[in-house]
């Protein structure tokens, strides 16, 4: 079945310096993927929707400048927590979908741990 | 914002009792999804419902899908402590949202 890697499972950074969490469709063409946050004992967080060769879309509440998102192309979506701080220690999680049309399937990656000491 | 509420948000219950979940969206949904999940883990996907109506069940859980595609439930018979976890709808509505999530505990 399709399958989204998503790098790296965990990371440990120090405040201030920049993260890169990639995610990757591995056998299929993935035209719009999703990034999600997780804090625990809560439910995930739409952070963002990003289609490839276009700026990505944020939800309402996410800072567009600390979240990078660049989805370059049709198999890789990046997200760099930018000068991050222990407050986004998180769970991040991507998805991609497979289609154009609703619903189509949705694949989700295993997640990065990000900790920011 | 969420646009998916889930009910309860945490469910407490003994080995072998059976449990509902709900899932309520504002909106008529085109596809709605349920997974399973461990914080700090990968989703576990359990079903998909599309159709008003619909009924699906593997193993001893079954979700099913009011007639105006508004609401959701997830039903699990004979709980085990396997089921443990954090049970999450999600919903496409273009951008694809989760519920408020539940999380279950089955006490051995």
């Known amino acids: 079945g399709a399958v989204v890697s998503q790098h790296p499972s965990w990371v440990i950074c120090k405040s201030g310096t920049s993260v890169k969490i990639e995610c990757r469709s591995l056998d299929f063409q993935a035209t719009t993927m999703f990034w999600y946050r997780q804090f625990p004992k809560q439910s995930l967080m739409l952070m963002a929707t990003?289609?490839?060769?276009?700026?990505?879309?944020?939800e309402q509440g996410v800072e567009k400048d600390k979240f990078l998102i660049n989805h370059a192309s049709l198999t890789l979506s990046t997200l760099t927590v930018t000068s991050a701080h222990p407050e986004d220690s998180s769970f991040y999680i991507c998805?991609?979908?497979?289609?154009?049309?609703?619903?189509?399937?949705?694949?989700f990656g295993n997640g990065t741990r990000l900790t920011v000491t | 914002s969420q646009e998916l509420e889930q009910s309860p948000q945490s469910l407490i219950v003994q080995e072998g009792k059976n449990l509902t979940i709900n899932c309520t969206s504002s909106k008529t949904l085109y596809g709605l999804y349920w997974y399973k999940q461990k914080y700090g883990e990968g989703l576990i996907f359990l079903m998909m419902l599309q159709k008003g109506g619909e009924e699906k069940s593997h193993e001893k859980i079954t979700a099913k899908l009011d007639e105006k595609k508004q609401q959701s439930s997830l039903h699990i018979t004979a709980s085990q402590p396997s089921h443990a976890g954090i049970y999450l709808c999600?919903?496409?509505?273009?951008?694809?949202?989760f519920g408020t999530g539940t999380s279950l505990t089955v006490i051995p």
């Open positions: 990003s289609n490839e060769g276009s700026k990505a879309t944020y």
């Open positions: 998805s991609a979908r497979g289609g154009e049309y609703i619903p189509s399937p949705l694949h």
């Open positions: 999600g919903a496409d509505l273009y951008q694809f949202y």
